[in-house]
């Protein structure tokens, strides 16, 4: 049982090239989640989704995008690259229901830098 | 995390109460999370309160809530070294229960 897993965990980007970043889980849980974290920032939302075939913008879509094929994988895609782009990325999952433990479990994020 | 606020930094010596403010602004939150994370890793659900509950406590977390001034607090009592990380105040809102807003997290440091 993995829970949430991210791959890659380390890339370095030229600026204008893309990539994709895999987030799986085994938890069968509905709502999938993208987050970037910058240094007193917190976390902000990229894009999310509630089911398979779902997906839906965050606070901060621009430069990327997203599918959630299978329920189990939300993949996010940067089509060219950008410097502001460097960040921690994590992925998270929430079974969804509006009870009081569906939180958000976390995978472990993975580091982007754009030069 | 623009609906939520916290500090950025709080440092406490190793064996005092380490206290974390956080401030929201939706009088429809109810739920408020408390996360935590270590160096290198993703965020862990710490301890969480409901909207009707003044206070919960957990060994050695204890959780405030002043809903009238939409005011969260933790303290942690006989921090320890394993205590450094940044704690995340988080809510959920009954009107959109798909997204947790998060704050910008406080990063604790422990001095001897």
């Known amino acids: 049982n993995a829970g949430v897993t991210q791959t890659p965990k380390f890339r370095v980007l030229k600026t204008g090239q893309s990539m994709t970043l895999l987030c799986a889980q085994d938890?069968?849980?509905?709502?999938m989640y993208w987050y970037r974290q910058d240094p007193g920032m917190g976390l902000r939302l990229i894009h999310y989704?509630?089911?398979?075939?779902?997906?839906a913008k965050g606070e901060v879509p621009d430069g990327y995008n997203v599918s959630r094929l299978k329920k189990q994988n939300f993949l996010l895609g940067l089509e060219s690259a950008a410097p502001s782009q460097t960040s921690v990325y994590f992925c998270?999952?929430?079974?969804?229901?509006?009870?009081?433990?569906?939180?958000?479990?976390f995978g472990p994020g993975t580091r982007l830098t754009v030069l | 995390g623009e609906d939520v606020e916290q500090s950025l930094f709080l440092s406490v010596r190793e064996g005092d109460s380490s206290v974390i403010n956080c401030t929201y602004t939706?009088?429809?939150?109810?739920?408020l999370y408390w996360y935590k994370q270590e160096p290198g890793a993703g965020l862990q659900l710490l301890t969480y309160?409901?909207?009707?509950?003044d206070m919960k406590q957990d060994q050695r977390l204890t959780v405030l809530l002043n809903k009238k001034d939409k005011h969260l607090s933790l303290r942690i009592a006989d921090t320890q070294t394993g205590d450094s990380a940044i704690y995340f105040c988080?809510?959920?809102?009954?009107?959109?229960?798909?997204?947790?807003?998060f704050g910008s997290g406080t990063r604790l440091s422990i001095r001897p």
């Open positions: 998270a999952t929430q079974r969804g229901t509006r009870e009081s433990l569906d939180t958000q479990y």
């Open positions: 938890m069968n849980h509905e709502y």
């Open positions: 989704s509630v089911g398979e075939g779902t997906t």
């Open positions: 939706d009088s429809s939150s109810t739920y």
């Open positions: 309160i409901f909207s009707n509950m």
């Open positions: 988080a809510e959920r809102r009954y009107s959109s229960a798909s997204k947790i807003i």
